[in-house]
């Protein structure tokens, strides 16, 4: 194939920031018509590479083609221009609009100089029902879940004639069915109209079945490029990581037979239906469901975020006061939330500050913060999950997506809480640092830990899970003891058929 005939073909990209070379002479080529997978560890290049294409990043060297073109972008506007459309790793939306503004921003449907106002809504109600969004168009993006958002962000990319899409980890908060009709939209777009797609994702299985080709990248550097049909998933994962990966779950001990956690019948609205559930100290109850089905709802609800209209939460047997997020700490409890960005980190502020928030009240004497001791936590934290950043003084907002998780994750692992709720742990973080966070989750519960997890992962929810709890509808569907299931069958209680 010559040059020319190439939607983009990116040269010898270098970019660097303080301290990392994030992109080292990077080569990259999409054709028309081809869903190109992106694939490397956390704090690869990947999205740095997406974002030097869109002309967020300035390249320091190199030269981007499209359709055989050298092109300079000097404004966010140009690349879509130029047809293409992308979706970022963080949601991109403007909060305080709603649906339908957001979803034709730039592009609104115009009649004689104005905004087509009854177009705008008819056409956006028609988006949200192709993609089984149960929302209306006048909602406001701010009151929607980080899923819900996702998703209008992805119709939003559908919407216009784009000559490439780009997707940076688009699955990642989504669930199956979402997903499938993600999957069906991509085809139909590749197939109809010869749309090319660069996406990124962690899900490998997702990379080899979705893609025809893939390029890998390794510490800022090519690492190779296939057709997916001659690579298989284990060689994929190797090029990656540059090793062969062992075994990815931990073997879990029996846990104890005290109870550390109880929730019962905890009730909201019509969102939560009367959960009653318990966890026992070196426990990990595993908590999935559907979207909606009220997994972050409990979380948030029993963390104090949102207020229950009734329920009452025990820890080691002695209730709680679970009305403000304080005295759910308090209490003992600590919740990893699923929105790293909102609630998880402060940006601007180092890894080393975000963790010692939570942590300094436990490692301070007569007001004074033990700086000592909290250097050698994180420092301990960030080799145990792998976490790639130049140093602990490195700000939240300069990791990569992946990296930013792992950084939550120490934060509230250091609080030594009794009772940990995690919302979607590994979401978002690749297979090293995957097997860091569940052997983590295991020394945790050989101090007598009980862990709460809520994850839309079926095989996580069965391998790391003593007990896999699915809820439907905001009640508990079925509870499986480990060993009782398969992930068919957790779907099957999912859906509410079992
Ligand atoms: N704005 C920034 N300032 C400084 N360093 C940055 C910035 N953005 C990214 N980096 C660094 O560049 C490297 C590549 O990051 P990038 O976000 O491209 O990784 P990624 O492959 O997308 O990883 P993930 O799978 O975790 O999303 C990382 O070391 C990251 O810390
Ligand atoms: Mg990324």
């Known amino acids: 194939m010559s040059e020319d005939q190439y939607l983009i073909e990116m040269k ?6 303080p301290g990392v070379l994030a992109l080292d002479h990077v080569n990259f080529q999409l054709k028309a018509g081809e869903i190109h997978m992106l694939l490397g560890e956390n704090g690869a290049g990947k999205s740095t590479l997406i974002k030097v294409l869109s002309g967020a990043h300035q390249l320091d060297e190199g030269e981007i083609f499209i359709e055989g073109k050298k092109v300079q972008f000097n404004s966010p506007q140009d690349p879509l221009d130029l047809g293409l459309r992308f979706i970022y790793q963080e949601v991109n939306l403007v909060p305080e609009l709603d649906i339908a503004r957001n979803m034709f921003l730039g592009i609104e449907p115009m009649k004689r100089g104005l905004i087509d106002t009854k177009k705008l809504y008819s056409e956006t109600e028609k988006y949200l029902m192709k993609f089984h969004i149960d929302l209306k168009p006048r909602a406001i993006v701010g009151d929607l879940s980080v899923t819900q958002q996702k998703l209008v962000e992805i119709a939003r990319a559908l919407v216009t004639d784009a ?15 979402s997903r499938q009709d993600l999957f069906e939209s991509i085809q139909d777009l590749k197939n109809h109209n010869n749309v090319g797609f660069i996406y990124i994702s962690h899900r490998y299985q997702e990379v080899h079945d979705l893609g025809d080709r893939v390029t890998i990248l390794r510490d800022g550097k090519n690492a190779g490029v296939y057709n997916i049909c001659d690579i298989t998933l284990d060689e994929m994962i190797e090029k990656m990581i540059g090793q062969s990966v062992e075994k990815q779950y931990p073997h879990l001990n029996k846990p104890q037979d ?7 019948n905890i009730r909201q609205g019509k969102k939560l239906n009367g959960v009653t559930l318990s966890v026992k100290r070196g426990e990990i109850v595993s908590v999935t469901g559907l979207m909606g089905a009220g997994k972050t709802e409990l979380a948030r609800a029993v963390c104090g975020i949102d207020p229950v209209d009734s329920g009452k939460v025990f820890i080691e047997g002695k209730e709680i006061d679970f009305s403000s997020p304080i005295k759910s700490i308090e209490g003992g409890m600590a919740y990893l939330s ?31 913060v033990n700086k000592k001791q909290i250097d050698k936590e994180i420092c301990e934290y960030m080799e145990a999950l792998k976490v790639k950043a130049p140093s602990k003084h490195t ?3 300069q990791l990569s997506g992946g990296n930013q998780q792992k950084a939550v994750i120490a934060k509230w692992l250091g609080t030594q809480s009794k009772v940990l709720l995690f919302d979607e742990p590994t979401r978002g973080i690749d297979i090293i640092g995957r097997s860091g966070v569940y052997s983590l989750m295991n020394e945790l519960l050989d101090q007598g830990i009980g862990i709460l997890m809520l994850t839309s992962d079926y095989t996580e929810a069965l391998e790391m899970g003593h007990k896999v709890v699915v809820l439907y509808h905001g009640q508990i569907k079925k509870v499986f003891e480990r060993g009782e299931a398969t992930e068919e069958d957790i779907l099957r209680a999912a859906i509410g058929t079992h």
């Open 12 to 17: 010898g990209i270098v970019k660097r920031f």
């Open 338 to 368: 699923e929105d790293r960005k909102g609630l998880g980190l402060i940006l601007p502020h180092s890894i080393m500050d975000n963790y010692g928030l939570p942590n300094s009240p436990r490692l301070s004497t007569y007001g004074l």
């Open 163 to 177: 000559k490439v899409l780009v997707l940076d980890e688009p699955t990642d908060v989504l669930e199956d069915r």
């Open 258 to 264: 005290e109870e550390v956690l109880r929730l019962e």
């Open 395 to 397: 700000k939240a907002g």
